[in-house]
């Protein structure tokens, strides 16, 4: 029997399925497919926004990109129609939106499009999160010694997980549970641990089975 979601084929239980599957899993990581999977889910937005994180929403732009500072968006390009905008315009826009709510943010990430001037181009957008996955990425191989060795689905979960939380202590490495399961490549234990409440339902579901798939390809690697 195969068990579908709005992400497609991603977890079989009879064994011959499996193993079909796993034939069409192998191959090298691919960092676009991944980009593709996180982009989905966080859609793109040209302008500034509050994500709806706790206790403090932050500021957030692009691909769910996170702006923990004013200065830091300076960082980044930013256009005020067809000109660069300067680093005041950036910081300005940046303190408009962080000011906006105090604690949780409840509201659309449209809601804040009226409220700033300056935006940034899908290209860029793009180009960041790629980097922001890339450096996820070298996080992960030193985090986890046998990543390279890791199925490939499990490889995605965890820097589709990254991507919202990190990889360091204040990141993915502060879940004890889902570490060791990790690193004991105990893929099916690891998915029961992988849950981000602060993220859609579908978003959790994906990571789920795709640590799921990841054990069942473990399995046959036995």
Do not use: C
Not at 103 to 125: H, K, P, Q, V
Not at 134 to 161: C, H, K, T, W
């Amino acid at each position: 029997m195969t068990l579908r979601s709005s992400w497609g084929v991603s977890y079989i239980s009879e064994k011959e399925g499996v193993e079909n599957l796993a034939l069409e899993q192998t191959g090298e990581l691919d960092l676009n497919k991944v980009f593709e999977a996180i982009i989905k889910e966080e859609g793109f937005y040209n302008h500034m926004y509050l994500d709806s994180a706790e206790p403090k929403s932050l500021v957030t732009v692009g691909y769910g990109k996170m702006l923990s500072s004013a200065d830091e968006a300076t960082k980044y390009s930013f256009y005020f129609g067809n000109l660069s905008a300067t680093d005041a315009q950036i910081k300005q826009a940046w303190r408009t939106v962080y000011n906006l709510v105090q604690g949780r943010n409840n509201n659309r990430a449209s809601y804040f499009e009226s409220l700033t001037t300056i935006r940034m181009t899908e290209e860029d957008a793009k180009a960041i999160t790629l980097a922001h996955i890339q450096g996820n990425l070298d996080s992960a191989r030193e985090a986890f010694s046998e990543f390279d060795n890791y199925p490939v689905p499990a490889q995605e979960a965890i820097l589709d997980m990254a991507y919202n939380l990190g990889i360091s202590s204040t990141g993915i490495s502060k879940f004890p549970s889902f570490n060791r399961h990790l690193k004991n490549k105990d893929f099916a234990s690891a998915a029961t641990e992988s849950n981000r409440p602060q993220l859609r339902n579908s978003r959790n579901v994906h990571v789920r089975e795709l640590l799921l798939l990841a054990d069942q390809q473990q399995k046959l690697r036995q």
